[in-house]
Every structure is written in C-alpha cells, then in structure tokens.
C-alpha cells in the first residue's frame, strides 16, 4: 500500500488557446477539466504506474468542487478517502498558448481550515495506516492552508509522520518542510526555488545548492532531492551526490511533473528499490508527465522507454 496524503487539492481547469492577448477577449480552443493540486496528481500518477500497488489518497474536498473531484476518481476507480471539508476546494486554471508552448498559472490558494477539521483529518490518515496490514510508503504533498483562526498549520505534516513506520517522501517547504524533518523523512522533494525559500537565501550556483540540500540533511533529512524542470536534477545524502539529465521531451503541459517525480520514486521505494534507481524512475515519470496534456495520466511503457535515457552521475561530494 501506498499512502498519497495532502490538504491542497485542486479542481483544474486547463484552457488551451490558438493567439492569446492579455486585456483582450480571448476564446478557447479547448477546456478540459480534472482534479490535481499535488495530492491528487500523486495519487492518480501511482494509481497509472501501478495500479496494483493499493494506493490510497487522502484528502479534504468541500463544495461543488470537491464533489466533482470525488466523482472523477470514483469513475476513474482511484481509492480515495475524503474529509466532507465546510471550506470549498479550490479552482485553479491553465492557459495554454498552442503557437508558443507558453503556460500561465492561475493559482487560488488552498482556504483556511478549521482546527477541528485539521485534527479530524489528523486521525483520518492515522486511522488509515492503522488499518493497513502494509504501508509500503507514504507520500505527503503540497502546501498546507492556515487556520480559520489565522494561525500556522506548519506542524501538521510532522504530527501524522510521528506515528508512521514506513518510509516518508515529502514534497513540501519552508515551515512546514523543517517541522517535519525531525522526523527523518526517507527523501525530501523541493525544487531549487522552494529550497532557497526554506534555507532564506539564493542559491546562485550549484555548490550553493548541494551546500543547503546538505543542511537539510544536517536536520534530519536522509536524502535531497531538488528537480529544475528541464534541467538538471540533484540527489545528495549525506556521503553522496548524483546529477541526473532529464530527456528531452516536447512539453505539452509541465503541470503535475513534480508531481510525477514523487510518485515514480514512492511506486520505486515500495517496489524495494534503492533510492538512486527510485529516482531515475521519478524522473522518467515526469518527462512522460510532461507530453500529455491533463497531468498524471502516465503510460507504464513509455515511463520504462524514458528510463533507459536517464544516468545518475555520481559527483564527487568532498567538493561541498
């Protein structure tokens, strides 16, 4: 069993333009609707790359968007476990200028949560993996939305890893990301932006970059993973430093690649994998992720065929 567990979920539109004019009118060639936010597009990747690993995804839904979300998974037959939410799920949109390749994001933040809520979910996930003979991993995704009261939310992530054995991918930053890291997450995913946010500086070369990923690790981390979209991508522990090369693939729409990245390294972990070989698997996830265009609709064979043009090349580490 694989655990996808996150408070962000998202019902996404994706507009796809011939010629688009900012301040003008501008008509759609296309509209595609689908649920996504970081939860979801874990649970619905691991569920294409391995249907038969038992994954289950987590989340609160609310409003007429949530039950929309609720509806597609139902009829798509990915297990999920919802919390009726009083807050409405967000909306999120896509533009998609078909000339240019250009994409633009249009990002409602997740709404406040009650504190009632917020530990009613708490035990939700809790009872989850108690009830499970098998987690195999777990994967915890996405930002956390404040509390009605206005106060953080940043410790939730780090209270349901406490009572968890399996190995813990997160996919997170800033507050959040260091609660948890006490806990000693398997892998943890920022990309280089976000790991510049959680350690408050730039990270303007790549020494800089293993240098922080590395601080992580010094707080608990056991490995690093910092992705670039089509550049490279970095995995340090803390006696080892890979680079990987994704493949060159037409884009079609990158949302959701990240995304790709944890489920592919999850379906490897508890598929006994090592970390490396988990990763180059995330990797190729995402290059797939990244030529479709509604997010996390994986195929099996084209994930194995990418595969084979991804290397991890070892870095010597005494350099950082």
């Not at 609707?33 to 619905?44: A, Q, T």
């Not at 999920?80 to 409602?108: Q, Y």
């Not at 809520?117 to 995704?141: D, I, N, P």
């Amino acid at each position: 069993m694989i655990l996808a567990v996150g408070l962000s979920p998202a019902w996404q539109q994706i507009l796809v333009f011939d010629n688009l004019v900012p301040g003008e009118v501008n008509r759609a060639a296309e509209s595609h609707w689908c649920g996504s936010g970081k939860v979801l597009n874990v649970g619905r990747a691991i569920h294409s790359l391995a249907p038969g690993a038992g994954a289950l995804t987590i989340c609160p839904l609310g409003g007429p968007a949530g039950q929309a979300i609720f509806h597609e998974f139902q009829e798509d037959r990915i297990p999920l476990v919802r919390m009726a939410s009083v807050a409405n799920t967000r909306v999120c949109t896509t533009l998609i200028e078909r000339p240019t390749g250009r994409i633009t994001e249009l990002v409602e933040n997740a709404h406040p949560i009650r504190r009632d809520q917020l530990f009613a979910f708490e035990y939700m996930v809790g009872e989850a993996w108690r009830k499970m003979s098998t987690v195999k991993c777990a994967v915890f995704s996405g930002s956390l939305p404040s509390l009605s009261d206005g106060s953080s939310t940043a410790d939730c992530y780090a209270r349901m890893m406490s009572g968890l054995e399996a190995p813990v991918i997160l996919d997170a930053r800033g507050p959040e990301l260091l609660a948890a890291l006490a806990h000693r997450p398997l892998l943890v995913k920022p990309n280089r932006e976000e790991l510049a946010a959680t350690v408050k500086r730039p990270l303007e070369t790549d020494d800089g970059l293993v240098r922080a990923m590395r601080e992580v690790i010094d707080l608990g981390a056991q490995w690093v993973l910092v992705t670039q979209g089509a550049d490279s991508a970095f995995l340090a522990s803390r006696t080892e430093v890979y680079r990987f090369h994704p493949p060159k693939v037409e884009v079609v729409n990158p949302i959701g690649c990240g995304d790709s990245v944890a489920a592919g390294i999850a379906v490897g972990i508890a598929d006994d994998q090592p970390v490396v070989e988990a990763v180059r698997y995330g990797l190729a996830a995402a290059a797939d992720n990244a030529t479709r265009l509604l997010p996390a609709r994986l195929d099996g064979p084209s994930v194995e065929s990418l595969l084979n043009r991804i290397a991890a090349t070892p870095t010597p580490h005494s350099r950082f």
